[in-house]
C-alpha cells in the first residue's frame, strides 16, 4: 500500500514538472536559453 501511495506521489511530481516545461516552452523560456542570445553563441530562435 505504501508503494502504492509514493508512486502516486512521485508520478503527480513529475506531471508537474513536465507541465511547466511544456508552459514554459510555449512561453519561449527553456531551460537553455536565458534570453539573452549575445551569451547564446548562435544557438538561439
Known sequence: MGTLVV???V???VTI????MIKDKKNG????CCSDCSK???GCH
Do not use: M
Open 7 to 9: 508512486g502516486a506521489f
Open 40 to 42: 547564446c553563441r548562435g
Open 17 to 20: 514538472v513536465v507541465k511547466g
Open 11 to 13: 508520478c503527480g511530481l
Open 29 to 32: 523560456k527553456t531551460a537553455g
